[in-house]
């Protein structure tokens, strides 16, 4: 098996595309798989910078004549089957494909992952094309198979456990939360445990902002570092805040999502407090005992609950490992690539069924 991986690296780069370069990067690292990196057309990068009106007009003109996109020449293919894969935020994303021509004929098996699916309006006529559609929310799941009439499963969130997870005790950061939190939340934290004299941090990541079209390759950009970074952070938070996408403060979303923050937060350990997410996935994916903490809807009882809780070093330590430990089993990115491609029938690579095992190897270790 030859397996590929269409990356959009070169046409953008913020804090929400880097968990998407990373499960590229764990792909490549596992699958043995070979990147391919298209860049946007000249005039596509020119039009970005016009008003929203005469930008759609220069895209859909590029579009219909050389396609957004270009891809520097393919490498000779083997016999064995060949595997694309495509990693995209929105269903947007799925335009990549274009980058290749007759990809269709080129390819054996393609398949797309696309985070945010519900937006089912911009999905391209492409996705028509695929041999599987996979996605990260339940809800949308039969919805996309009687638009698109091709097989959509559901692949949950993950996160790098075998590199980036932690059971460690000793942590130096009382509070992170980093992604959106509800302002009255925010605020009152900041009061409570960040003024003069208070012994205790409350850390509040600021992400960088959105790039379109970075000039600098990803190798030298910092993405990574920043990945890097924020799970160093995390192993050192005694507390994550991640809230439900539905709670009052939030950013609209159609649905309960589970986003990336839970699974990174369990992953490194510390005790994940605030709103849990209400869909019936959450309870099936985080049902183990004090796989979140539900704090009180009154920001100033949650500031107290949160400086009780900090008190309880015996529960603390115990989700520690607990958080770990789940993750371990069921959460590392690794075993969501292994449900793609055994979904379409695909044979895992050595070095997949090698990293699989480990992670099978250290949850019985740390789970005796």
Same mark, same amino acid.
């Given at each position: 098996? #030859? ?7 070169? &046409? ?12 590229? #990067? ?10 391919? &990196?298209? @860049? ?22 590029? /579009? ?13 293919? @083997? ?18 494909? @274009? ?28 996705? =028509? ?6 996605? *990260? ?22 996160? $790098? ?8 005790? #000793? ?9 959106? &939190? ?8 900041? $009061? ?6 208070? %012994?205790?941090?409350? =850390?509040? @990541? ?16 910092? $993405? ?13 938070? /005694? ?51 004090? *796989? ?27 989700? =520690? ?13 690794? =075993? ?18 090698? %990293? ?13």
């Amino acid at each position: 098996m #030859n397996l590929f991986v269409l990356s959009s690296r070169a &046409i953008c780069s913020s804090v929400f595309w880097d968990t998407v370069f990373e499960l590229e #990067n764990i792909m490549v690292q596992t699958c043995n798989a070979q990147l391919l &990196i298209p @860049s946007a057309r000249d005039l596509v990068q020119w039009s970005s910078k016009l008003p929203p009106l005469a930008n759609r007009i220069v895209r859909k003109f590029v /579009k219909s004549t050389t396609g957004l996109y270009e891809l520097p020449p393919l490498p000779d293919f @083997s016999d064995k089957p060949n595997v694309l894969v495509l990693i995209g935020i929105s269903g947007a994303d799925i335009e990549l494909l @274009s980058s290749i021509p007759k990809w269709r004929q080129r390819f054996d098996v393609v398949i797309a992952y696309v985070f945010d699916s519900w937006g089912t309006e911009i999905f391209p006529k492409s996705v =028509y094309k695929l041999d599987h559609l996979f996605v *990260a929310l339940p809800e949308v799941v039969d919805k996309l198979k009687s638009m698109f009439k091709i097989p959509v499963s559901l692949i949950p969130f993950g996160a $790098d456990v075998l590199d980036q997870g932690s059971y460690q005790v #000793n942590r130096s950061i009382d509070i992170t939360s980093f992604g959106r &939190i509800p302002e009255q939340y925010h605020g009152a934290f900041i $009061d409570k445990f960040n003024q003069p004299g208070s %012994e205790q941090i409350y =850390y509040k @990541s600021t992400p960088r902002a959105l790039q379109e079209f970075p000039k600098i390759s990803y190798e030298k950009r910092k $993405d990574e570092e920043d990945t890097m970074l924020l799970f160093h952070i995390l192993r050192l938070s /005694k507390i994550t805040l991640a809230f439900d996408t539905r709670y009052p403060g939030m950013r609209y979303f159609p649905y309960s999502f589970i986003t990336l923050r839970w699974f990174y937060g369990a992953a490194t350990g510390g005790a994940i407090v605030g709103k849990r997410p209400t869909t019936p996935l959450m309870d099936e994916l985080f049902n183990w005992e004090d *796989a979140t903490i539900e704090l009180p809807d009154d920001p100033q009882k949650s500031v107290e609950f949160v400086a009780e809780l900090l008190q309880d070093t015996n529960r603390l330590q115990s989700i =520690y490992k607990r958080n770990y430990v789940e993750s371990l089993a069921r959460h590392d990115w690794r =075993y969501r690539i292994q449900s793609m491609l055994e979904a379409v029938q695909v044979p895992l690579p050595h070095v997949l069924s090698e %990293e699989l095992l480990q992670l099978k190897m250290l949850h019985k270790k740390w789970s005796q």
